[in-house]
């Protein structure tokens, strides 16, 4: 088994791909050996020293770690990821401590506003996710109010340097130039 590296814009995560399908559906994102429970993979991860979360999206695995040397590290990741794989173990045990689907319900909008979310979503999703991941990250939608788009930014986004110009030179250009009556992008 070969896995591949990438860097991201985020000096403290990486991108593992391991050449094979990760996980099917919505990503994930770990930030806590506790939120782990239902991963073995994540518990794996987490359970070397200096990892701090774990992000899974359908090809990848983003490990943000804290200020521990990369090459310190790295062989263990891959040694953890190449171990699970070849175990044949699920990536996400079913009955667990489920989290997969908080994030609909979290999210706030006024019921006049609903066509406006659904092309804001539609537009996240084309090109904005697909585009985000390339970098080991992901973007999903929060609530939209008075104007502003809320997004919460997960994997390798989160804590990256350049978030903020990806927020606002980015995505808030996209979203203000096909949607009417978006002003602003912010991050929650």
Do not use: Y
């Amino acid at each position: 088994m070969f896995i591949q590296t990438e860097a991201t814009p985020n000096p403290s995560t990486l991108k593992f791909l391991p050449g094979r399908d990760v996980l099917v559906g919505e990503p994930r994102d770990f930030r806590s050996l506790e939120a782990s429970a239902n991963s073995p993979l994540a518990t794996g991860l987490f359970a070397i020293s200096g990892v701090t979360g774990v992000f899974m999206g359908s090809d990848f695995i983003s490990v943000t770690k804290d200020d521990t040397n990369w090459a310190h590290i790295k062989p263990a990741i891959l040694g953890v990821i190449m171990d699970h794989f070849l175990s044949g173990k699920p990536v996400i045990v079913e009955g667990g401590v489920e989290v997969a689907n908080l994030d609909e319900v979290d999210e706030f909008f006024e019921e006049e506003d609903s066509e406006t979310v659904e092309v804001i979503k539609e537009l996240l999703a084309t090109r904005v996710r697909p585009a985000v991941a390339m970098d080991g990250g992901d973007i999903t939608f929060k609530g939209f109010k008075e104007g502003t788009v809320f997004l919460h930014m997960q994997g390798a986004c989160s804590g990256c340097p350049s978030s903020t110009a990806t927020l606002k030179s980015g995505i808030e250009n996209l979203l203000r130039h096909f949607v009417p009556g978006v002003e602003a992008v912010q991050q929650v």
